[in-house]
């Protein structure tokens, strides 16, 4: 009658894992369960904590879930721990370095390892042959989740990178048109970083953000097709130049041919950005509402940065002054509302404008900016232990943990390998700006760890692209082995690298 009822409930947990999605949980979920149903039958004795380990790129047992502990990216497992586990072979008992016995269920499909289930046990347990089939059966059953979530994991990230495929190619040529009069195309990331924080405060839907940032860099792409003798005059252009010059705009459009509601953002973007909301700009002289709405985000957005800019022939515009033209302008240039959100936006603004500055970082400038609001839980912080001593460099050290903490709710939300991917390829693009920004100042300074600097930057992203690559094969475990590395070297790199820039404000 016991053993009847032991079978049933086993039976029952293996048909629902063995079903195609299998519980439909996640791994940590799995294990909970896992743990829950063979803790109710006496002939298992199930003790403390479990873990799921699977293989990474590298061949190498990690741990991806843990129940009777916190979840891996608030609490990485204890790196050897569970190493005696690795050498066992099938259905097995082992101890980990604590002591702590271990049932161990080898997780495989085919001859293809996964990795294993390890469930915690009674010290003097031993299972008989009867369990032994059982535990078996379930050992297939898991797997056949493990790898099912894996699967779906993979396809959606394929799925998604066919998309990005193309948005990539659109964005390259927006900052392809870029390069002639700004090489460092800093001024199509601040610009497009405003478009997007005006967006926010409209509260345009995420979807249409997305669309609005492959698509806003797109904006002067008709330039592509204006002279060098034109968009190269070092002085002011005569009419005859610039009415050849506004042409960039219909140019742009002819560019973007395509029906698809990304190229259509982009074509709008490019043909009416010059678009004044009276009626009075170029090349159309549309109306109000007529303009597109992302056009007339992005008219504020790129005059703005145009602005507070300096440019050969003219010097950058006081943040207030610009903002007070601006504001001047809502009702004949800008889109009322547009300008209200900007307003709002302001601090978010005045980020970007420091995050994506041109100049040499000045180690003495002081920047008080507000103090982000937080929406979302923060797992890694930046507190005064980790400033540098330079305010512009603590500011964008701080927006690279707000970049992370993004990308590690996106692992905890579980919003998918496709959203992870999006961040990583985010956070490493924001690296790049910093480290070249941090880079050119100690050089600048002539600061003695610049080589050191150099190769450290280097290292971190080539990690990262490797995790980008291990992402498709290893979607799972590449996500928890990612969060660690991060972690680890923001806040490693930052206290013994970066604090030593000090040295740049007291020497
Ligand atoms: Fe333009
Ligand atoms: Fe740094
Ligand atoms: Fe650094």
Known sequence: MHQDLQTVDIGKLIIRLSAA????????????????????????????????????????????????????WQQPAAADRFAPLTAVEGISLAQATDGEQFLVLPLAIGNARLGQAAIGVAGDWQPGTGEIALLTDLGTALSGSVSYLMMKETLALREMELEDARSQVIKRLGIASEFRDNETGMHIMRMTNIALAIAKELAMPQKQRDILSVAAPMHDVGKIGISDAIMLKPGRLSEEE???????????????????????????????????????????GLKGERISIFARICAVADVFDALTS?????????????????????GRKFDPAVVQAFEDALPEILRILELYREEIINPRQRVKLPEPFYSNTRWVIWDASLSVGIDVIDEHHRYLFDLTNDLINVMV????TGALLRLLSAL?????????????????????????????????????????????????VTQVELVGYLRGWLVGHIK????????LVTG
């Not at 300096?310 to 809502?330: D, L, M, Q, S, T």
């Not at 300074?445 to 610049?450: N, R, S, T, W």
Request: include cysteine; aromatic fraction near 8%; hydrophobic fraction near 35%.
């Open 21 to 72: 999605g299998g519980l439909d949980l996640d791994l940590d979920g799995m294990l909970a369960h896992l743990h829950e149903v063979l803790g109710k039958l006496p002939a298992f004795p199930v003790r403390g904590t479990s873990v799921i380990r699977l293989y990474n790129s590298e061949n190498r047992l990690v741990t991806v879930a843990q129940h009777g502990l916190p979840p891996v």
């Open 428 to 476: 490493s693009d924001y690296a790049e700006v910093h480290f070249r920004a941090e880079e050119r100042m100690m050089e600048h300074f002539g600061y003695a760890g610049l080589d050191r600097q150099k190769e450290q930057h280097q290292t971190f992203q080539e990690r990262l692209r490797r995790f980008a690559v291990d992402l498709h094969d290893y979607p799972v």
């Open 496 to 503: 013994h690298e970066d604090t030593l820039l000090r040295a």
């Open 413 to 416: 939300n579980r919003r998918g």
């Open 242 to 284: 610039f009415a050849v010059m506004k042409t960039h705009t219909e140019i742009g459009e002819r560019l973007l041919a395509g029906c698809d509601s990304l190229v259509e953002a982009a074509r709008d973007i490019a043909l009416c950005h010059h678009e004044n909301w009276d009626g009075s700009g170029y090349p159309r």
């Open 310 to 330: 300096r440019r050969p022939y003219k010097e950058a515009w006081p943040v207030a002054e610009a903002v007070g033209w601006i504001r001047g302008e809502a």
